[in-house]
C-alpha cells in the first residue's frame, strides 16, 4: 500500500494508526471496527468491537454473550482520536457495511464484502466517494455477471415443484448466513413447507427478530417422521452435502445456490442435481461500478481474482495496486457455524 499514514496492512489487519483501531482484524486487537459477521470478518477475542447495528444480532451469535460490543447506525459519524469513521451500506448481507474513514481531509472506504444487485433481506449498496477505495474481487472476472434473481427465484421454484410431484424432498445447500436467508426470501413460499439445518435456523431467527421478512420455517431436528419431509425445501448449509445427515430425508434431490455454479464443472465438483448461479458478491459490471461511483484515485484489490482485476483497471485509466489480506470471500469463510451442525 502507498504509505499514506492513515490504513496500513499488518499481521493482525487493516489497521488505523491515528484512530488506534483495527477493521476485521483476523489476530486479537483492543479495538475492532467489523464490516459483517461472516467468519473470515469477524473473529473472537478482541477487546472492544464496533458494528452496524443492523447486524448487532448476528455478530452477538458469532462472538458470543461476553463480547463488548457497540453499534453505530448507517451513515451516523463516530470520532475515534480524533478520526471520524461512519458506516454505510454494502448490500452483501444483513448488517453488512462499507466503513468510512476520514481525517484531515484524507478518505478512504474499506468496503469489506459487497454487491450491488437488488437483496429483500439486506439495505441497498450505498455508493461512497473517498481518496482510496478497497474492494474484494471475488467474482472481479469479465465472465462472471449474473442474471436478475427473479430468473434464479424462478429456476428454484420450478426444481422443488417437479421434485414435489415426485415425492422427493428438495435440498439447497446455501451458505448459513445470508445466502439462506435470501434464498428462503425469494423463493414461493406457497409452493409447501421450508424446513431448515440447525446452522441456518437460529441465524434466521435473528434476521426475523431485525424485521426481514422470512418465511415460516421448522427445524430439521424437531421432525421425527421423515414422511413429513416429502415435497418440502430444506436449507442446510454446504457442510451438510455428502454427510449422513441427509439419509433422514428418504428420497430427495440437491441444489446448491453459489455465484461458483457459473463456473463448468462446479456442479459436478459439489456432486449435488442442480446449480443455482446466486451470489452475495458483485459480478463483474458491478465491481466497475461500484468502483468507478468512489472516484477513488487508488483502488486496492483484495481477496479473490486480484491481479487480474488490478491489471484491467490500470489498463483502463485507474491506478490500482494489489492488497493480500486473509479474507477470503464467497468460500468457507461465509460459513458461520452457529448451532448443533448435525441440523
Partial sequence: MRKSGLITLTDRGL????????????????????????AD???????????????????RI???????????????????NGVQLSFHPAGH???SAQVRVEYKGEIWVISGDYKLMPDATCTPFEPVKCHHFITEATFGLPIYRWQPTEFIFAEINSWWRRNQEKGKASVIFAYSLGKSQRVMSGIDRSIGPIFTHGAVE??????????????ETQ?????????????????????????????????????????????????????????????????????????????????????????ELVR????????????????????????????????
Fill in 15 to 38: 489497521y488505523c494508526s491515528q484512530g488506534d483501531f483495527y477493521i476485521d482484524p483476523w489476530k486479537p486487537v483492543e479495538k475492532a471496527v467489523l464490516t459483517h459477521a461472516h
Fill in 41 to 59: 470478518h469477524t473473529y473472537r477475542g478482541n477487546q472492544d468491537y464496533l458494528v452496524p447495528a443492523e447486524g448487532e444480532r448476528l455478530s
Fill in 62 to 80: 458469532r462472538l458470543g454473550d461476553e463480547a463488548k460490543i457497540s453499534t453505530l447506525k448507517y451513515d451516523e459519524a463516530s470520532i475515534i
Fill in 93 to 95: 448481507v444483513l448488517g
Fill in 202 to 215: 437460529k441465524l434466521t431467527d435473528a434476521y426475523r427478530e431485525s424485521g426481514v421478512d422470512m418465511p
Fill in 219 to 307: 427445524y430439521v431436528g424437531s421432525v421425527q417422521n421423515k414422511k413429513e419431509f416429502a415435497g418440502s425445501l430444506i436449507v442446510a448449509p454446504p457442510s451438510a452435502a455428502g454427510s449422513t445427515w441427509l439419509k433422514r430425508f428418504g428420497s430427495h434431490s440437491t441444489g446448491f445456490a453459489s455465484g461458483w455454479m457459473m463456473v463448468r464443472g462446479a456442479r459436478r465438483q459439489r456432486a449435488v442435481d442442480r446449480g443455482f448461479v446466486l451470489s452475495d458478491h458483485a459480478d463483474w459490471p458491478e465491481l466497475l461500478a461500484a468502483i468507478k461511483s468512489t472516484e477513488a484515485e487508488t483502488v486496492y484489490v483484495t481477496h479473490g481474482f486480484i491481479e
Fill in 312 to 343: 484491467w483497471l490500470n489498463e483502463n485509466g485507474q491506478y490500482a495496486v494489489p492488497l493480500k489480506t486473509q479474507f477470503v470471500g464467497d468460500d468457507a469463510g461465509e460459513e458461520i457455524i452457529a448451532v448443533d451442525e448435525h441440523g
